[in-house]
């Protein structure tokens, strides 16, 4: 029986689910990125019905502004992941993760840090979802948005009792993280792996975050191989993954949005360790 490296075994494994994933140019990736609204308006406000809880999640993009500011295809999986969990728990994906929670969660409500929030879309559904209390960040000069949209949704979650913060966090940010704490837990994320120099801030705040009981969910679209591979190799030295849900290809692409659950190795409780 042959022996696979980490990075072997997450292409292979996107494969065999998913097909042949084709690597992206150098010169195409910022189209990549960009995405599908070249040409949209300066704003854009959506509403996203959860049909668990029979209400609207109402949603401000501002494509003109960046990457944050839109809303991408990783952030609607998870979305459509908790809307479905609480619709029918028994047949979730995310059923065996938040069953570790069930008995703290009878006295208080479940403790979540999203990071990179973007336009909150997910973080908002989660508290609403959840009944949750919910913790987005994301760099400073894209909280003023993220805090309109907590506030345009301020009467669905307080009738579905979730309860969401908003805090600027510069990833790997000893500062940033510490004035937020680390009580959390569970953590969320989705289409945060794209910018190569941001992957060692990021496994750092997640170094820090992540404890013996923490989870973190993340959401990811694979856009390039190479890109995708060298982060999760680092991460895997850190970290037990594991692939919990993948969605299937939307049309005109070859691959689907993958969920991966991370968790410490330590086990003692402490943080992790280079």
């Given at each position: 029986m042959s022996i696979k490296s980490d990075e072997e075994d997450d292409l292979n494994l996107l494969t065999f689910l998913q097909g042949d994933v084709l690597e992206v140019e150098e010169k195409e990736r910022a189209a990549v990125i960009v995405g599908e609204d070249?040409?949209?308006?300066?704003?854009?406000?959506?509403?996203?019905?959860?049909?668990?809880?029979?209400?609207?999640?109402?949603?401000?993009?501002?494509?003109?502004?960046?990457?944050?500011?839109?809303?991408?295809?990783?952030?609607?999986?998870?979305?459509?992941?908790?809307?479905?969990?609480?619709?029918?728990?028994?047949s979730s994906p995310l059923t065996l993760i938040f069953s570790a929670f069930s008995n703290a969660s009878q006295h208080s409500p479940l403790r979540i840090l999203e990071l990179g929030s973007g336009t909150g879309l997910v973080g908002?559904?989660?508290?609403?979802?959840?009944?949750?209390?919910?913790?987005?960040?994301d760099l400073p000069h894209v909280v003023p948005n993220l805090q309109f949209n907590v506030d345009a949704?301020?009467?669905?979650?307080?009738?579905?009792?979730?309860?969401?913060?908003?805090?600027?966090?510069?990833?790997?940010e000893a500062k940033d993280m510490e004035s937020i704490g680390c009580e959390f837990d569970l953590l969320l994320a989705s289409d945060v792996v794209y910018h190569d120099h941001l992957f060692d801030p990021l496994l750092k705040t997640l170094q820090f975050y992540l404890r013996n009981n923490t989870v973190f969910?993340?959401?990811?679209?694979?856009?390039?191989?190479?890109?995708?591979?060298?982060?999760?190799?680092?991460?895997r030295k850190l970290f037990d993954i594991g692939m919990i849900h993948s969605d299937p290809p939307s049309p005109g692409s070859r691959i689907g949005v993958v969920v991966y659950r991370f968790k410490c190795k330590c086990q003692d409780g402490s943080k992790s360790q280079n």
């Open positions: 070249t040409d949209a308006q300066e704003e854009l406000q959506q509403q996203y019905y959860l049909d668990s809880i029979k209400s609207n999640v109402i949603i401000r993009q501002l494509p003109s502004e960046g990457i944050p500011f839109k809303l991408w295809p990783a952030a609607k999986s998870l979305v459509t992941l908790l809307d479905r969990y609480r619709l029918q728990p028994s908002i559904t989660a508290a609403a979802t959840l009944g949750a209390n919910v913790t987005l960040t949704n301020y009467n669905t979650l307080t009738l579905h009792g979730g309860s969401i913060n908003v805090a600027a966090l510069s990833w790997g969910l993340m959401a990811h679209l694979k856009r390039w191989k190479k890109k995708d591979s060298v982060f999760f190799k680092k991460a």
